[in-house]
């Protein structure tokens, strides 16, 4: 009932910003629209109840998020293919895994990653704790074991240490679980506010007419039927037929699921080229383009690309610094189980 | 002559080292000893007379050095092998390249590089301004070409920016020679007093007694007779026999160079297993046995590869903050050349 109230409440607000022409928009019209779809980035990292935020844990989390001795080879670390200078993504059409095998799909961002319903382009994880535990065992990127890795965390004592300060009600707290729930407390901090969020606060002069222009036509064409909320995207489903993948379909089974992808989000979307699941666009407006014709039946003018593209950039967020300091990571010892490539 | 005299000099420490009994020995008389052999590192970056350090420079490079876009598969960044968070290495034994291609030789730490007399473990290269450029155009290393990447960073109107600020009297300054140059800059300022340097100043309670202990033993079993200056290593080559590798033989193609390796740095080697060329032993104690059998013919006790080992640990030194920060790297545009694998 609350679902059908909302929808309802939904095609109106489209159906506002189908008819009403911008130049009737003020800004402030326009943000009053926009909250009905968008909350800014919250101000300190969600958790999640069985996994507090401490600092310990959140260091933990990144030393591991950095270390590729979490990998087979020891060569690929979670910043691998989830860079952290490179607005969380490895800029390739889909990612390299042990011996140099290339995955199904295009690699997801993981800045604010913890902010979406579900994780995956197929969401077949909860949650960025499960999610980080994924890649470590999957044979085609991490490669890894868990005895493997936890087997090398326990033979190096810093991280003997650092795992019963982040987890010191556990006898043994050196598992794959613990290793995620590190990962994913360290993901949870990697929120990057733009100017997008200040809009959506208040401020409406964060976004100049451009933007404003391009928000606008979001909301008005539809986008905004599938990228909304917290992440502008990262909530719901959708189907996407591009390439065989079957996204979905692979998870449930379901005849509906076919061809069906997480919908992602699109903030720092200006930073992380090549879009789609496929990674086959490498430019933001085609993708735009693409978007507006096979999901909205729209074929858009180049001024409104131009201007939802100028929108699209204004969610490239703020890094926070604590995203861009390396950790130094301890040595491995005599006891370390060796790389195998 | 002053190389006769210099010698001259050497052997008579050598013979005080080995003539002395430890208990006879203050850390002051140390000290003095150790002075004769070793240097402090300097307290700024030390400059190439054609390669100014300048801040801009020096980001610049920092970027370029944590840019994957630099090899042609867009997967592998100087930082993948001489990793900033692991003591500058990657902890293999040799390193991966292009299409998982095992390289032939160990990564050497790109940490206090710059204060080697040459580069690469045959000396190959003079500094590394010259040495950064190799790897790029190696095609089992990021197996690129000096036009693909010169292409790739003019489609990046952030880097033209970057590279018109980092070479100001330049018309033309994306080049493969200035990209050395801007990670040469980097990499110049990647140095790591340790409490050794502290010890050198003066400070002689900075090494305890065991290591203190260990380091008069490096002088007198004569590790000091290679391993040696402000670099401990990095400045003689030197004859070591292991496995296949000829070495210096095929730079020089001499009869004198065939197994000839340039020394090594020994500063962070806690950090930087596995050990040797071959990368093929991973325990520091194991790898001073083995140099000293080989090398000096000489067995050591236990207790003396204890305290030689326990001084070598006194050489990991601080790692500088801003080795630890990361770049944002700017987005590829839809003109910048894709990767390719």
Redesign the interface.
């Known amino acids: 009932m609350q679902r059908i109230r909302r929808n309802i409440l939904l095609s109106i607000m489209l159906l506002v910003g189908t008819l009403t022409p911008l130049s009737a928009q003020n800004a402030r019209a326009l943000l009053n629209q926009a909250k009905a779809f968008f909350q800014p980035l919250p101000d300190t990292p969600p958790a999640k109840s069985d996994n507090p935020l401490t600092p310990e844990k959140i260091l933990l989390g990144k030393m591991l998020y950095?270390d590729?001795?979490l990998s087979k080879?020891?060569?690929i670390s979670c910043n691998?293919c989830h860079?952290?200078?490179?607005?969380g993504v490895?800029?390739?059409?889909t990612s390299?895994g042990h011996?140099?095998t290339?995955g199904p799909r295009n690699a997801p961002t993981v800045y604010n990653a913890a902010l979406n319903a579900t994780q995956f382009w197929d969401g077949r994880s909860p949650d960025v704790e499960d999610q980080a535990t994924k890649p470590i065992e999957n044979p085609i990127e991490m490669a890894a074991t868990e005895s493997l890795v936890v087997a090398r965390l326990k033979s190096i004592p810093t991280y003997v240490d650092l795992f019963t300060k982040a987890f010191p009600e556990e006898d043994n707290p050196i598992t794959l679980v613990n290793i995620g729930k590190a990962i994913g407390a360290f993901e949870r901090t990697l929120l990057t506010p733009s100017r997008f969020d200040r809009f959506l606060k208040g401020d409406v002069e964060a976004l100049n007419q451009k933007e404003r222009k391009g928000l606008s036509l979001f909301i008005s064409k539809g986008c905004v039927s599938c990228y909304l909320g917290v992440n502008v995207g990262g909530k719901k489903f959708a189907k996407f037929e591009r390439g065989a993948d079957l996204g979905r379909f692979a998870v449930t089974k379901k005849e509906k699921d076919r061809h069906v992808f997480r919908v992602p989000t699109l903030r720092n979307v200006?930073?992380t080229?090549?879009y789609f699941h496929t990674g086959d666009v490498?430019?933001l407006?085609?993708a735009i383009q693409i978007m507006a014709e096979k999901q909205l039946n729209k074929k858009l003018k180049d001024e409104e690309i131009d201007a939802i593209a100028a929108f699209l950039e204004s969610l490239t967020g703020e890094?926070p610094g604590e995203?861009?300091?390396?950790?130094?990571?301890p040595?491995?010892t005599?006891g370390?189980a060796?790389?195998e490539?």
Chains 1, 2 share one sequence.
């Open positions: 950095h590729p001795r080879s020891g060569f691998s860079n952290l200078a490179m607005g490895d800029g390739l059409p390299l011996r140099w290339a200006a930073l080229a090549p490498w430019d407006r085609e890094i995203a861009l300091s390396l950790p130094t990571l040595a491995s005599p370390t060796h790389p490539f």
